[in-house]
C-alpha cells in the first residue's frame, strides 16, 4: 500500500487549503463590515445582530438538501459555482454604491445569497477533504483548516477596518468578490475526484439511512448536540464585544478591528499548538478541559476595562476553541463512510450552524433589552452547564484520542 504524501507535498491539498485561506481573509473582511455598517446606519444592536444572523438562516433552511447534493453530484462543481455566485452577490454592492444609495435591506440580501452559498460550499469542502488526504491526516489538517480560520480573522478584520470609510465603502465588498474569484480557480486546478466513484444504478442513501448511522454512535451523537449547544451560546462572540466597544468604550471602528486581531492571535496560537496538546492530553480532557476553560473566561468580558482587555480575553477563548475543534472535528470525519459523508456532514450543520442565526439574533436582542452585563452572566451560566455535561458523559470520559 503506498503510503499518503505528506501535505506539504500534497498539490490538490495545497490548492483546496490556498485557496480556502484566500477566500476566509474576504468573508473575515465582508463579516466585520457587514454588521458594522449596519450598527453605524440604524443605531441599533439587534438590526446588527439579525444581519450577522442573516447569513446562518440559510444553514437551517437548506443543509439537508445540500447533503443530499454532495452525495449526488460532482462535489467539486457545487464548490465552483458557490464561489461564482458570492462574487456576484459582493460585486453588487459596489453597483448599488456607483449608481445610488445603499439600503440595509440590500445588505440583508446580500447576507443571506451569502449564506446560502456558504452552506453548498461547505457541506461539499468538508465531505471532500477525504478525498484529497489520507484519513489518518484529517486531524493535522483540521488544525490547518484552524489556522486558516485565525489568518483570516487577524487579517480580514483591521484589513476591513482600514479600508471601511464613507468614500471607500465598496473596496471590502470588492476585495471578497476577489478572494471568491481566486478559490474557483484554485478549485478548478485540482486534479482528483472529491467523491467516491459508484456503481452504475446505485441508489444514493437515504437521510434516514445517515440519520439512523448517526443515532447509533453515542459519542457522536452528544457531540453533535454539544457543538450545537456551544455554536448558539457562541455565536454572538463577535457581536458583543462590538457593542461593548462601540457603545460603551466609545471605540473606533480601528479599535474595534484590532479586538478581533487579538482574538485571531490567540486561534492561530491555538491551531499550531493543538496537535500537540491533544496528543498529551487525549481526546476525553481535551474536551472536558476546553469546555471548563471557556466556562471561566467568559465572564471576563464583563470585567474588560478597556478594547486591548477584550481582544486579550477574545484571545484566550479563540486559543481555546480551536485547540477544541481540531480534536472534536476530526473525529467524526474519520468515521463517516464515503457513500453517508455529504448527508451526516449535513445533519452536524444543520444543528450547528443552523444555531449560529438563532444565537446571533438572541445575542442582538439581550444586548439591546438586558445590556451587555447580563447578557454575559446568562451565557456564562449555560457554559456551566456544557462543561458539566461533558465532564459526566461517560461515551466522552472512556473516548480513545482520534489524534496520532
Not at 485557496?19 to 476566509?24: E, I, K, L, P, R
Not at 453548498?120 to 493535522?140: G, K
Not at 476530526?330 to 444565537?359: C, E, H, K, M, W
Not at 461515551?395 to 480513545?400: E, G, L, M, S
Request: hydrophobic fraction near 50%.
Amino acid at each position: 500500500m503506498t503510503a499518503p504524501l505528506p501535505l506539504h507535498r500534497n498539490r490538490d491539498y495545497l490548492l483546496l487549503w490556498s485557496g480556502q485561506t484566500v477566500s476566509a481573509v474576504g468573508s473575515q473582511i465582508s463579516g466585520f463590515v457587514i454588521p458594522l455598517l449596519v450598527l453605524i446606519l440604524s443605531r441599533s444592536p439587534a438590526q446588527a445582530g439579525l444581519a450577522g444572523a442573516l447569513e446562518g438562516v440559510p444553514y437551517i433552511l437548506f443543509s439537508l438538501p445540500a447533503g443530499a447534493l454532495a452525495d449526488r453530484v460532482n462535489r467539486k462543481s457545487i464548490m465552483i459555482v458557490a464561489d461564482v455566485v458570492r462574487a456576484g452577490a459582493m460585486l453588487s454592492i459596489p453597483l448599488v454604491l456607483a449608481v445610488g444609495h445603499l439600503t440595509i435591506p440590500q445588505i440583508y440580501v446580500v447576507a443571506v445569497l451569502e449564506g446560502t452559498m456558504f452552506t453548498f460550499f461547505n457541506i461539499a469542502e468538508t465531505s471532500s477533504l477525504v478525498h484529497v488526504i489520507s484519513r489518518d491526516q484529517l486531524p493535522t489538517a483540521i488544525a490547518r483548516q484552524e489556522t486558516t480560520w485565525a489568518i483570516s480573522a487577524l487579517a480580514g478584520p483591521p484589513l476591513g477596518g482600514i479600508l471601511f470609510a464613507p468614500a471607500r465603502a465598496a473596496l471590502p465588498f470588492l476585495a471578497d468578490a476577489v478572494s471568491y474569484v481566486v478559490s474557483a480557480l484554485s478549485l478548478t486546478a485540482i486534479r482528483r475526484s472529491f467523491q467516491a466513484d459508484r456503481q452504475a444504478g446505485e441508489p444514493a442513501p437515504r437521510l434516514r439511512t445517515a440519520l439512523e448511522w448517526l443515532w447509533r454512535q453515542p459519542l457522536l451523537r452528544f457531540l453533535t448536540v454539544f457543538s450545537a449547544a456551544g455554536d448558539l451560546l457562541f455565536s454572538g462572540i463577535g457581536l458583543l464585544p462590538m457593542v461593548v466597544a462601540r457603545q460603551q468604550m466609545h471605540a473606533s471602528p480601528f479599535a474595534i478591528s484590532l479586538i478581533f486581531s487579538l482574538a485571531a492571535v490567540g486561534g492561530l496560537a491555538g491551531s499550531a499548538l493543538s496537535g500537540k496538546v491533544a496528543r498529551r492530553t487525549g481526546f476525553s480532557r481535551a474536551v472536558i478541559g476546553s469546555s471548563w476553560i471557556l466556562a471561566v473566561l467568559y465572564p471576563l468580558l464583563a470585567l474588560a476595562p478597556n478594547p486591548a482587555a477584550l481582544g486579550l480575553i477574545r484571545g484566550g477563548m479563540s486559543a481555546t476553541v480551536s485547540m477544541s475543534n481540531t480534536v472534536r472535528l476530526s473525529y467524526p470525519l474519520s468515521l463517516i463512510p464515503d457513500p453517508l459523508q455529504g448527508r451526516v456532514n449535513s445533519i452536524t450543520g444543520f444543528l450547528a450552524y443552523g444555531s449560529l442565526p438563532v444565537g446571533q439574533f438572541l445575542t442582538g436582542l439581550l444586548l439591546q433589552d438586558i445590556g451587555a452585563t447580563r447578557t454575559i452572566l446568562l451565557i456564562t451560566a449555560c457554559l456551566f452547564v456544557m462543561a458539566l455535561a461533558a465532564t459526566l458523559n461517560p461515551d466522552v470520559r472512556r473516548a480513545a484520542s482520534p489524534v496520532s
